[in-house]
């Protein structure tokens, strides 16, 4: 790769170590970036460089476009990879990289700027032939979003043009709460982005959430990499994923694929990107949401299934190297899945969970793949997003590869702040999701108020006493803060302490 | 040996018994034969009855443990401790710290059993180490000190029951 030999990853956690790994792969040489909680972690000791951005705020850290592109500078990184998240969405930031003359891996920032803006991607869409949901942009007044919302009809979603990440979106059920819900909506927006454009869209109560990866080289060549479903959701963020979807069959893929790619062409799309759609699952009617124009969290599940490393394509992509295989060449294989864990209690409305991950585990074995920031002894600020770690499997059918999760979720270990571990185990083994019927409400509808099961094993009552009696080889203490002082007597000490059997 | 735990808001009591071959444990109506296999670096690999089971356990806290067994993460807490036997403070069992000051090791954990004379604790005020050892063969039952934490004079630090022979 002639145009870069030293990247920048303005990322952190699982994201930035994957980044770094597929870094040392190609021979590019990985330079981290961390706030100053994240000193010590598992991305800043993999990475060639690190610098230091700032406090543990991401708005004076991760956030801030100056100190990236300057940590850039200074390291004599050529180019920079956003990730996810953070600032990899932002047209400005693109901009401003390739003003400086380095390579930002992702989209042109025109193809950034064309998907932020909700309204004008659907005005875009639509003249590409593209469904989108039934809905309306351009709304000018209360009179206009009236008249829009009668003929798109009830329970309707009114979303900020500028939006995402659930900013500025209410759900309206009724003509009576119309206003109000537009009013409070167009606050929220106008505090968020600066913009209180709205637009109304069709509520789609038992929809299935289902995107297309999309890879475009800089000659032209578009192409799909088939769906992945992301039904399974909680305040609007996944928890389960999977490709391909129990839904789409090859006559749904080939449409949604051509969609997707017509999408992406429309903005002039290169690198890795997603367009997300939402499905009716009786009629299979599918309609644009929209696009994201950055690597996806859940990207693993489509390297499983089609065989290529999109990080790989990004970079080679970025370095104008052109896709050397055809659509006709691509061939979903067997069936992937993704689970992430979380720092968060599933039985206390997912409320995030801080402290030290006192040990961390997960099994080896065929088909496994697991994608983590963290490792035994890693502390979880409440600074930043709770994801933990995602653990992936591929097997050769859905059958066997939600087995193979089973086991593995099993097998994992994650002891010293409440994770969703138990609560992946229960929504694996529902039968609705295991029928592959879940829709995007499937947690609300059907594990509303879940709770880990209340019978405790005997085995598990009897370790916790066993482990008492034979504490100092049985169990993982944290370990003291040994003295201050370097001539202190204390210090010595911590060579005879019992509990010392880590 | 009585051990009494909170887990998921339920109180649940085990008594264990030696044995032979190493355990009978009471858990409600249900008795099981205990062998302990393997312990080793926060992992458990013991036999109940003629099944085998693994466990794997790390402390938050002396008294809050992480478990994890059959696929199942668990809090374990110990519940408060019961008063048995010797029930004036200073007792012979009842450790007290003897003077105000910083506790820096916490040597055993509750369950362990101990030798007459074993460290237990180690203290440090004005700058002198104070070692608090067993005054008898026993069993720990309550651990009140944490490492680090202040403690006053006189204040409880560790419980130890003979265990009759």
Known sequence: ?502 | MKFTYQINGAEHTLTLEKHPEGYRAHLGTAIYDVKLLHAKDGQLHFQLDETRHTAHLAHETPAKRWLHNAGRTLVIEKAATHRRGADTAGGSGRLTAPMPGQVRAVLVAVGNEVTAGQPLLLMEAMKMEIRIAAPHAGCITALHATEGGSVNKDDLLIEVEEIPT
């Open chain 1, 1 to 502: 790769m002639p145009q870069f030999d030293r990247v920048l990853i303005a990322n952190r956690g699982e994201i930035a170590v994957r980044l770094i790994r597929a870094c040392r792969e190609l021979g590019l040489s990985p330079v981290a970036v961390y706030s100053e909680p994240d000193a010590d972690a598992l991305h800043v000791r993999l990475a060639d460089g690190a610098v230091c951005l700032g406090p543990a705020a991401a708005r004076e850290s991760y956030l801030d476009m100056n100190k990236v592109i300057d940590a850039a500078r200074q390291t004599g990184a050529q180019a920079i990879h956003p990730g996810y998240g953070f600032l990899s969405e932002n047209a400005e930031f693109a901009r401003r990289i390739i003003n400086a003359g380095l390579v930002f891996i992702g989209p042109p920032p025109e193809a950034i700027e064309a998907m932020g803006d909700k309204a004008a991607a659907r005005t875009r869409m639509q003249s590409s032939g593209v469904p989108v949901v039934p809905g309306a942009q351009d709304l000018a007044d209360d009179t206009k979003i009236q008249q829009a919302a009668a003929t798109i009809g009830y329970p309707l979603l009114i979303k900020a043009a500028a939006g995402g990440g659930g900013k500025g979106m209410r759900i309206v059920h009724s003509a009576a709460d119309l206003l109000e819900g537009a009013a409070a909506a167009r606050r929220e927006a106008l505090h968020a982005f600066g913009d209180d454009r709205l637009i109304l869209e069709k509520y789609l109560t038992d929809a299935r959430h289902i995107e297309i990866q999309i890879l475009a080289d800089q000659h032209g060549q578009t192409l799909h990499l088939f769906e992945r479903e992301c039904s399974v959701q909680r305040r609007h963020q996944k928890v389960i994923e999977e490709a391909p979807s129990p839904l789409v069959d090859e006559s749904l893929r080939a449409k949604m694929g051509a969609a997707a790619v017509a999408a992406a062409k429309t903005v002039g799309y290169t690198n890795a990107g997603t367009v997300e759609f939402i499905v009716d699952p009786v009629t299979r009617d599918f309609y644009f949401l929209e696009m994201n124009t950055r690597l996806q969290v859940e990207h693993p599940i489509t390297e499983a299934i089609s065989g290529l490393d999109l990080v790989h394509w990004q970079f080679r992509i970025a370095a104008g190297e052109a896709l050397p295989f055809q659509q006709a060449d691509l061939t979903p294989r067997g069936h992937a899945i993704e689970c992430r864990l979380y720092a968060e209690d599933p039985a206390n409305g997912f409320l995030p969970a801080t402290g030290t991950l006192l040990k961390f585990s997960t099994p080896p074995g065929p088909g496994i793949r697991v994608d983590s920031g963290v490792e035994s002894g890693s502390v979880i600020s409440p600074h930043y997003d709770p994801l933990l770690a995602k653990i992936i499997v591929h097997a050769a059918d859905r059958t066997a590869a939600l087995q193979r999760m089973q086991t593995t979720l099993q097998d994992t270990l994650a002891l010293g702040l409440t994770t969703n571990l138990d609560f992946l185990q229960a929504i694996l083994a529902h039968p609705v999701f295991v029928a592959g019927e879940a829709t995007t409400h499937f947690i609300d509808q059907h594990l509303p108020n879940w709770q880990p099961a209340p019978d405790i094993p005997a085995a598990a009552i009897i370790a916790a006493a066993l482990a008492e009696l034979h504490s100092p080889s049985a169990t993982t203490h944290t370990t003291a803060s040994p003295s201050q002082d370097p001539h202190s007597p204390w210090l010595r000490l911590t060579g005879f302490r019992m509990g010392g059997g880590e």
